[in-house]
T-cell receptor
Framework: GESVGLHLPTLSVQEGDNSIINCAYS??????FIWYKQESGKGPQFIID?????DKRQGQRVTVLLNKTVKHLSLQIAATQPGDSAVYFCAENSGAGSYQLTFGKGTKLSVIP | EAGVAQSPRYKIIEKRQSVAFWCNPISGHATLYWYQQILGQGPKLLIQFQNNGVVDDSQLPKDRFSAERLKGVDSTLKIQPAKLEDSAVYLC???????????FGPGTRLTVL
């Protein structure tokens, strides 16, 4: 049978366009969130983080938005480049004080040159 | 600053055989994590160490998996005996005290035949 886990949500965007990747998290008590980028054959790489007392944080070309009411995170990438092609994971700190991350399913971003 | 090192990068074994993975965290990072990442899914925490002590191993299948960090620096993760469903990438991550961000190594891709 087919495994649902093998089929990541995929987002295809044109080079230069903006990308928005969404994530629903599970624990309303989570106090910290991270977005990681994982390229093929590599470990996850930190992109940007946000604490639960914020609703927006900006980095270089990336912005994370946090909506605690509906337990939703989004990652916005401005002027998407071919090097942004990867799988993106959101992770929540679900272990109070112990910094344990629970990862979401991931979204595969494909940038069309 | 050198990143998290892992070896081997790839391993192919037959079911019921044993295998061990090694991780060298970033210098000075007291907290070390082992994750299992099945194809198409996010990393799942197996075990968390603080120096040479186990903080959480609740998700480690202890009938076949074991891990140690005897001197509080390097760590090894062992599987004995391996099953087909253990085929995955095994990621090691580390973090420094007071900072929630985890830094990941490149992972070891295990294939069990």
């Amino acid at each position: 049978g087919e495994s649902v886990g093998l089929h990541l949500p995929t987002l295809s965007v044109q080079e230069g366009d903006n990308s928005i990747i969404n994530c629903a998290y599970s624990n309303s008590a989570s106090d910290y969130f991270i977005w990681y980028k994982q390229e093929s054959g590599k470990g996850p790489q930190f992109i940007i983080d946000i604490r639960s007392n914020m609703d927006k944080r900006q980095g270089q070309r990336v912005t994370v938005l946090l909506n605690k009411t509906v337990k939703h995170l989004s990652l916005q990438i401005a002027a998407t480049q071919p090097g942004d092609s990867a799988v993106y994971f959101c992770a929540e700190n679900s272990g109070a004080g112990s910094y344990q991350l629970t990862f979401g399913k991931g979204t595969k971003l494909s940038v069309i040159p | 600053e050198a990143g998290v090192a892992q070896s081997p990068r790839y391993k192919i074994i037959e079911k019921r055989q044993s295998v061990a993975f090694w991780c060298n965290p970033i210098s000075g990072h007291a907290t070390l994590y082992w994750y299992q990442q099945i194809l198409g899914q996010g990393p799942k925490l197996l075990i968390q160490f603080q120096n040479n002590g186990v903080v959480d191993d609740s998700q480690l299948p202890k009938d076949r998996f074991s891990a140690e960090r005897l001197k509080g620096v390097d760590s090894t993760l062992k599987i004995q005996p391996a099953k087909l469903e253990d085929s995955a990438v095994y990621l090691c991550a580390s973090k420094t005290g007071g900072q929630p961000e985890q830094f990941f190594g490149p992972g070891t891709r295990l294939t069990v035949l």
